[in-house]
């Protein structure tokens, strides 16, 4: 239990704050998850954003969402290489 005031609004600020991340990074990974599995155009497009968008929120950091956008670049052109 915080003592202080500072720290009872500190615990209350980061609550908010963790369910607000929460909701962003599990619609990322549902986006992310779901244009694994179709390599879809539009679902590929969908991720990037949800990634960019997590990003720019700082749930995910810019480097981190640069990585995840590329390696599900190349695992979708793997696919649609192999379906042809």
């Given at each position: 239990m915080?003592?202080?005031k500072q720290a009872q609004k500190?615990?209350?600020t980061n609550d908010k704050a963790r369910k607000?991340?929460?909701?962003?990074r599990s619609a990322m990974r549902s986006t992310?998850?779901?244009?694994?599995?179709?390599?879809?155009p539009a679902d590929?497009?969908?991720a990037q954003k949800a990634l960019d968008k997590a990003a720019k929120k700082?749930?995910?950091?810019k480097n981190a969402a640069a990585r995840?956008?590329?390696?599900?670049?190349?695992?979708?052109?793997?696919?649609?290489?192999?379906?042809?």
């Open positions: 915080a003592h202080s500190r615990i209350r607000a991340n929460k909701v962003v992310v998850k779901k244009a694994g599995k179709t390599a879809a590929q497009a969908r700082g749930v995910l950091h995840k956008k590329s390696r599900l670049a190349k695992a979708l052109n793997k696919q649609r290489a192999s379906a042809k």
